[in-house]
């Protein structure tokens, strides 16, 4: 059973449609990337999925059951957003006590463990944390809480780059020990490239591609050289880009074809690389 499905949804505020008809199913287990554009509706799915924002219409369920006012559902989440808030005067231990009694499956010894790799000062306000810091609680909390849904949403903000790879490294070593649902949006795409087995790329409140990382690694291609050795070489592969310049022709494909000729050249697109094609695309259409 898969632990989301979405069918349909539909998210309208006044005068602005953030989600549009989107549909979709993430399996259970999984660690799945979340990308899409400044606006895509990233945010705005994952509130629906956690119970914070109701639908306009369309059918949501997670772990089988509609996540609206539902404690069944809603105490095997855990939403750690960008912008996190904690009561002004919590101390960075308090918001970890809280997290201990509202998340059921709390570890405070790995919460402990976090918190010396993060070098978190446990006795500081939370107001008073640099803006890395804070996004660590945050970090500690999501991971900690090992909730079945967990939700991490640009959790990173501010947040160095040892301190991030502290951050995949953890996920990875926790997730192989405890596999749970985890969704991760970002637009850091190419850190989180090796780390994520499912992509869904969300534009203008559609899903624009839902594939497993697997496929979508080293299968789009850059392909440049002759025009003509190029065209002929590309011929009836979806083209995601197309440039030309004196008689040379440089196109980005979808898939990789099959051996080129020896004047043509081939190299495998990033995840971002095929991320930002796809979007543009998705964008002219
Ligand atoms: N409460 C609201 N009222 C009106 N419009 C909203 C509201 N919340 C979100 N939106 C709009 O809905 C769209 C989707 O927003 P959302 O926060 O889901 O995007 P996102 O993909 O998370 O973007 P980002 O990557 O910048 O965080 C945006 O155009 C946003 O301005």
């Known amino acids: 059973m898969s632990a989301v499905v979405v069918e349909d949804l539909t998210?309208?505020?006044?005068?602005?449609?953030?989600?549009?008809g989107l549909s979709l199913a993430l399996e259970p287990d999984t660690v799945h990337g979340m990308l899409g554009r400044n606006g895509a509706g990233k945010t705005t799915l994952m509130r629906i999925l956690t119970g914070q924002e109701f639908e306009t219409s369309g059918r949501v369920e997670v772990f089988g059951q509609p996540p609206r006012e539902n404690p069944a559902v809603l105490n095997r989440v855990c939403f750690i957003r960008e912008a996190q808030r904690y009561p002004s005067n919590y101390k960075v231990r308090e918001a970890f006590a809280a997290a201990a009694i509202a998340c059921r499956n709390w570890?405070?010894?790995?919460?402990?463990?976090l918190v010396k790799d993060f070098e978190l000062p446990r006795d500081r306000q939370i107001k008073k944390l640099s803006r890395g810091q804070l996004s660590a609680v945050g970090i500690i909390i999501g991971l900690a809480a090992r909730a079945p849904l967990t939700l991490f949403d640009e959790p990173y903000l501010g947040l160095d780059a040892v301190a991030r790879?502290?951050?995949?490294?953890?996920?990875?070593?926790?997730?192989?020990?405890?596999p749970r649902t985890i969704v991760l949006s970002t637009h850091l795409i190419d850190e989180v490239a090796d780390l994520v087995e499912h992509v869904v790329l969300i534009d203008h409140g559609k899903v624009l591609?839902?594939?497993d990382a697997d496929q979508l690694r080293g299968r789009a291609v850059s392909v440049s050289g002759p025009a003509e050795a190029v065209a002929a070489y590309a011929d009836g592969v979806p083209v995601l880009h197309r440039s030309e310049l004196g008689g040379r022709l440089r196109v980005a494909l979808a898939e990789r074809p099959g051996r080129p000729a020896r004047d043509v050249s081939v190299d495998s697109l990033t995840l971002q690389e095929l991320i930002v094609l796809t979007t543009n695309q998705g964008d002219r259409k």
């Not at 790879?165 to 020990?177: G, K, M, S, T, V």
């Open 165 to 178: 790879q502290i951050f995949y490294d953890r996920l990875l070593e926790d997730f192989a020990e405890r």
């Open 209 to 211: 591609m839902d594939q």
């Open 107 to 113: 570890d405070q010894a790995y919460a402990d463990r």
């Open 11 to 20: 998210m309208r505020y006044r005068g602005h449609t953030a989600l549009n």
